[in-house]
């Protein structure tokens, strides 16, 4: 997958080493600031077993 990425990416080495970390943050944005939010109401982090 990563050589395919690579190999369709424009440009020489530096160009495609740019457009890479720049693909890698905007895909770590997306996660963090759509899917994550998203996703959140459903999974059991506020379910506590423990009672005082």
């Known amino acids: 997958m990563y050589t395919w990425i690579w190999r369709h990416l424009p440009g020489g080495t530096a160009s495609k080493a740019v457009l890479a970390l720049l693909l890698v943050a ?3 944005a ?3 600031f759509v ?3 998203a996703i959140a109401p459903h999974l059991p ?4 077993t423990v009672d005082q």
């Open 26 to 28: 905007a895909v770590s």
């Open 30 to 32: 997306l996660l963090l």
């Open 35 to 37: 899917v994550f939010p």
């Open 45 to 48: 982090y506020d379910d506590v």
